[in-house]
């Protein structure tokens, strides 16, 4: 191929790809600030409920009863709504508004605290005794979390409302009391063009 015939084409290939890409347009958006395209549950959905939550968690008087200060692990959240939630996420802002709050001590749980006593174990074996953590030292959780994620839709004409419940409740591991129990409702109304596949 001549190389003016060459040029030519590959001039036309590059101004093809740039038009190409040029329909696609991204913003970069600020930290917090709400992006929601759909009535699908969103990252803000997780962070307004576990405010709220444990606002209202650590307003009752359990806070003030304990004998010690409150070591709160999370047993379960359950996910029975009508899309797929990543609670890990919910939970994870649930663990950082507990701990920002300075008012109790969040303790690991499941396999997360395995991987933790793997660690100590490996320690036991390969680290020096100065430095080694010991074995049977943990913090024990006095209160457990536990709770649900559901759903509720309704559509007619066009519209769909859907509303999103937590419901979330606080163990006393020692009296299996119930000392908190916690409901918080997200609704978001949308117009066809807009509904979560």
């Given at each position: 191929?001549?190389?003016?015939?060459?040029?030519?084409?590959s001039?036309?290939?590059?101004?093809?790809?740039?038009?190409g890409?040029?329909?696609a347009?991204?913003?970069?958006?600020?930290?917090?600030?709400?992006?929601?395209?759909?009535?699908?549950?969103?990252?803000?959905?997780?962070?307004?409920?576990?405010?709220?939550m444990?606002?209202?968690?650590?307003?009752?008087?359990?806070?003030e009863?304990?004998?010690?200060?409150?070591?709160v692990?999370?047993?379960?959240?359950?996910?029975?709504?009508?899309?797929?939630?990543?609670?890990?996420?919910?939970?994870?802002?649930?663990?950082?508004?507990?701990?920002?709050?300075?008012k109790?001590?969040?303790?690991?749980?499941?396999?997360?605290?395995?991987?933790?006593?793997?660690?100590k174990?490996?320690?036991?074996?390969?680290?020096?005794?100065?430095?080694?953590?010991?074995?049977g030292?943990?913090?024990?959780?006095?209160?457990?979390?536990?709770?649900?994620?559901?759903?509720?839709?309704?559509?007619l004409?066009?519209?769909r409302?859907?509303?999103?419940q937590?419901?979330?409740?606080?163990?006393?591991?020692?009296?299996?009391?119930?000392?908190?129990?916690?409901?918080k409702?997200?609704?978001?109304?949308?117009s066809?063009?807009?509904?979560?596949?």
């Amino acid at each position: 191929m001549p190389a003016t015939l060459w040029k030519k084409f590959s001039l036309a290939l590059v101004l093809l790809t740039l038009v190409g890409c040029g329909g696609a347009q991204v913003k970069r958006v600020e930290d917090g600030k709400a992006t929601e395209l759909t009535d699908k549950w969103s990252p803000q959905d997780s962070q307004i409920v576990a405010e709220a939550m444990i606002t209202d968690m650590l307003s009752f008087p359990w806070i003030e009863q304990a004998d010690r200060k409150p070591a709160v692990t999370v047993q379960y959240v359950r996910n029975r709504s009508h899309e797929q939630i990543p609670v890990d996420s919910f939970v994870n802002s649930i663990k950082r508004e507990l701990l920002r709050s300075g008012k109790v001590d969040f303790v690991v749980s499941g396999d997360e605290r395995e991987r933790v006593r793997d660690e100590k174990l490996d320690q036991e074996m390969n680290a020096s005794m100065e430095t080694a953590v010991d074995l049977g030292e943990e913090t024990a959780a006095n209160f457990a979390l536990s709770g649900m994620i559901t759903s509720f839709v309704d559509q007619l004409q066009g519209k769909r409302a859907v509303t999103y419940q937590v419901d979330l409740k606080l163990i006393d591991l020692e009296s299996n009391r119930e000392v908190w129990n916690g409901q918080k409702q997200i609704r978001k109304v949308s117009s066809k063009s807009a509904f979560s596949l």
